[in-house]
């Protein structure tokens, strides 16, 4: 059973896409990540496709122009996007879910490194698809990414469950909250997380010299950047998610597009696990195309599953993305996708 992280706050989905997934690589700890620097697993959509860091704010061209603070290594295990960060000074190793709002913490994890509450504490629950679970909010001293620090530092604490990519799950997951103070380049073919000071206008751009694709995005409630695609000849609002190993698309939106019930129910079943317990019954679909910033995919295997998403029908995983480049504008609400050659 494949383990995919991603969804309106967090969630677990287990499917299987196209061919069958590679084994998951072994590791003993988490102090031997590096040693995988170069080691990821490919798993593309099913388908055919036609110096010092000071954090500082850039006001060239009134939020233009590209400002770089810093980069961590990204490590991809059995389609787990991994990087390695300084929680009060203690290493932690988290899932890289763009897809997430918040950053989590195991409550072990938070023990651990000394995590203390913030001194006004709301009680919040968090949504997944399979239900909703109680957190707790904690404030860390400190929090960086390699020598880049993470303004927001005000994280949740969860008993989410976590794939197993060591000899034990991940410590928590890198959220959205944390990520969007910035303008985030994620290289994933070459295993790498540049980040650049945010860019708020409309003319940003990305400090690629390879061609791109520009989106067009919004910014949704949940933190995601939406934006549509065109799945079947049809529109459907999307955002990327590298918490999920699949590509996912809504029930209700399959059904939408002239997908039966039927249809469904002959299609291949697979699993899909929330952030808590339970599961929901999937079924992985061939749909005759899906087209994302002029390029097409051809005759995709999608999951689809009755996930209930706020914001899109449509989760673009990790299947998609790993062999993208792709570049977040939070600021400016729009995405810069790396044109395949």
Not at 42 to 53: F, I, K, T
Not at 129 to 148: F, N, Y
């Amino acid at each position: 059973m494949n383990w995919l992280l991603g969804g309106a706050i967090v969630t677990w989905m287990a499917a299987a896409i196209g061919s069958a997934g590679e084994p998951l690589l072994a590791a003993t700890s988490p102090q031997h990540l590096n040693q995988f620097s170069s080691a990821y697993i490919r798993h593309p959509l099913a388908g055919s496709v036609d110096g010092s860091v000071s954090l500082v704010a850039d006001t060239a061209g009134g939020g233009c122009g590209t400002s770089r603070i810093g980069e961590i290594m990204v490590a991809t295990l059995g389609n787990a996007p991994i990087v390695t960060l300084l929680a009060n000074g203690s290493p932690v190793t988290l899932l890289l879910d763009i897809g997430a709002e918040t950053t989590i913490l195991t409550p072990a994890v938070a023990q651990r490194i000394g995590a203390q509450p913030p001194r006004v504490e709301f009680p919040r629950q968090m949504r997944g698809i399979t239900g909703s679970l109680g957190t707790s909010e904690v404030e860390l001293r400190s929090l960086t990414a390699g020598k880049v620090p993470i303004p927001w530092r005000r994280v949740r604490v969860a008993s989410v469950n976590m794939p197993s990519v060591f000899s034990g799950p991940l410590d928590g997951l890198l959220g959205v909250d944390s990520l969007s103070t910035f303008d985030i380049d994620l290289d994933l073919p070459h295993h790498r997380m540049v980040f650049y000071a945010k860019q708020s206008c409309p003319g940003a751009a990305p400090a690629w010299i390879e061609p791109y694709a520009r989106i067009p995005a919004r910014r949704s409630f949940s933190g995601h950047l939406v934006f549509p695609v065109q799945l079947n000849g049809r529109e459907v609002d999307a955002f990327v998610d590298t918490g999920a190993q699949l590509t996912v698309l809504s029930t209700r939106a399959a059904l939408a597009l002239g997908v039966t019930e039927t249809a469904l129910a002959h299609d291949r079943p697979t699993v899909t696990s929330g952030a808590g317990a339970g599961q929901l019954s999937s079924h992985a679909h061939r749909f005759s195309s899906l087209e994302i910033a002029g390029e097409i995919v051809r005759n995709p295997e999608i999951v689809v599953a009755d996930v209930k998403l706020s914001d899109a029908d449509l989760v673009l995983g990790i299947d998609f993305l790993i062999s993208r480049r792709i570049w977040l504008s939070y600021g400016s609400e729009q995405i810069f996708l790396s044109r395949r050659t």
